[in-house]
């Protein structure tokens, strides 16, 4: 039935008179209760969806719980896999774990170990890569990957990623011990590929805050003998030897880095106590009386008496003269070498009264010496006893530069 024309004067809700399109009484235009019946609907709608989203967002909660439940066991069995020498189980395992976690990089950083602990070098960096596109500082993944880089013999890259794990960030208590057994796996890398000048500058830096103990310094002490820097050695060797007075390796090394420093009085007494305390350290031993031969034959000390000095170089002159009959040095028949007969000619000469008024006498029969010993040492082989020390001594005096 159509509306009257007063129906369609009035307000379809409140059926209030219209007044130019609005109800006064209710201020409703038409049509416009469609649209709130349409928000409304929506409202119901919403409200609704709630316990929809609830439950939905409650299974994906218990999903994620239960993979990373299943996560955590698969790594645990990887871990135990790891323990037992299992490294093929415990990669299967590990790679459930990163399956079920995604998110949890302790599990892929577990699962890189692995591979590399089986030379899967390859799969190993890249796995660790991926991790480092999220934690460049991470000092554990650039260790490893550092680690990986030697094994390949790659040192530019190990250089690289040891110093990012140096310099990354480190977390927990020990965080300076961390550091320094990173730097010493570097210096131990650096001397395997005989980098010397690398080593020390590691080294230098490394002994800075190291801890004053007798076995951090006796290990800084034969690390400096290895990057062939005696001088740094001996303080340390000497400082362990301080703080450990019975400790024979810290003293024997104090002994032989003095020994090659040419300072054999202070040999000596390093020498003298590690031979001591400990009668089968037959290297010090050695080396000790190598230093008593040397400062009881040596005619350039300075303590000497001028009678002491002439006895000690004709005593080295006529070593040096037998020195000169090994190999092929030996005279054919009457004829006799050069340097024999500078000798013959020098002897004659050695005498209290001669050296009196003449003083570079002294060093000019302790250089015939030297350069004697020197020379026989290239033909006749490796001196011993008495020419060893010989030599040595004018090494010390710098005979060659004179």
Same mark, same amino acid.
């Given at each position: ?6 129906d369609?004067d009035?307000? #379809?809700?409140?059926?209030g008179?219209?007044s130019g399109g609005s ?7 038409? @049509? ?11 409202? &119901? ?14 299974a994906?909660?218990?999903n ?24 093929e189980a ?16 302790g599990?892929a950083f577990?699962?890189?170990?692995a591979?590399?602990a089986t030379?899967?070098? +390859?799969? /190993?960096r890249l ?7 999220s ?5 554990? &993944?650039n260790l490893?990957?550092a680690r ?8 530019q890259?190990?250089?690289?990623y040891y110093?990012h794990?140096?310099y @990354? =960030?480190?977390?927990?208590e020990?965080?300076?011990e961390?550091r320094?057994?990173v730097?010493l796996e ?8 005989? +980098?010397?000048?690398?080593a ?6 490394f002994? $800075? ?9 006796l290990?800084? @002490? ?8 005696a ?6 060797f000497?400082? /362990?030897?301080?703080?450990? $007075?019975?400790?024979?390796a ?7 880095t003095?020994?090659? =420093?040419?300072?054999?009085? $202070?040999?000596?007494g390093y020498?003298?106590?590690?031979? !001591?305390l400990?009668?089968? /350290?037959?290297?010090a031993?050695?080396?000790l009386?190598?230093?008593? %031969?040397?400062?009881?034959s040596?005619p =350039?000390?300075?303590h000497?008496?001028r =009678?002491? *000095?002439?006895?000690?170089l004709?005593?080295?002159l006529? *070593?040096?003269a037998?020195?000169?009959q ?7 028949g ?5 340097l024999?007969?500078?000798i ?6 050695? $005498?209290p ?5 003449d003083?570079?006498?002294?060093? /000019?029969g ?5 350069k004697?010993?020197?020379?026989t040492?290239?033909t006749?082989?490796k #001196?011993m006893?008495? +020419?060893? !020390?010989? %030599?040595l ?6 005979a060659?530069?004179?």
């Open positions: 039935m159509n509306d009257s024309p007063a369609r009035r307000c #379809p809700t409140c059926k008179p219209l109800c006064p009484s209710c201020t409703a235009v038409p @049509g416009v209760q469609i649209i709130r019946r349409e928000i409304v609907l929506l409202v &119901i709608i919403a409200v609704a969806a709630v316990p929809t989203y609830m439950v939905t967002r409650r994906a909660d218990l994620r719980q239960r993979n990373a439940h299943i996560a955590a066991y698969w790594y645990r069995q990887g871990e135990r896999q790891l323990r037992e020498g299992k490294p415990a990669i299967a395992s590990l790679r459930e774990a990163t399956t079920n976690d995604h998110d949890d990089r599990f577990a699962l890189a170990q591979l590399g030379n899967r070098d +390859d799969e /190993a796995a660790l890569l991926r991790l480092r596109e934690a460049p500082e991470s000092p554990q &993944i490893q990957l990986l880089a030697a094994r390949d013999h790659d040192m890259d190990a250089l690289r110093h794990a140096l @990354g =960030l480190w977390t927990g020990k965080v300076d961390q320094r057994q730097r570097l210096i131990h890398l650096l001397l395997n590929h005989k +980098d010397r000048s690398r020390l500058a590691e080294l230098m830096a002994s $800075t805050d190291a801890p004053r103990t007798a076995s951090v310094q290990e800084l @002490g034969q690390l400096y003998v290895e990057a062939g820097d001088s740094n050695a001996l303080q340390h000497a400082q /362990a030897a301080q703080m450990d $007075t019975r400790n024979v810290a003293l024997s090394g104090a002994g032989e003095s020994f090659q =420093l040419g300072d054999y009085k $202070t040999a000596e020498l003298s106590r590690a031979t !001591a400990d009668r089968s /350290a037959t290297r031993a050695q080396l009386e190598t230093t008593q %031969l040397i400062q009881s040596d =350039l000390e300075s000497l008496s =009678l002491e *000095q002439v006895q000690r004709r005593a080295a006529d *070593q040096s037998s020195r000169l090994c190999g092929g040095n030996a005279p054919i009457p004829v006799k070498s050069p024999q007969l500078e013959d000619a020098l002897l004659p000469k050695v $005498t009264e001669n050296l009196r008024e003083p570079e006498l002294l060093a /000019a302790a250089d015939l010496v030297f004697i010993e020197e020379t040492s290239q006749c082989g #001196p006893g008495l +020419d060893e !020390a010989l %030599l001594a004018g090494r010390k005096h710098g060659t530069e004179r």
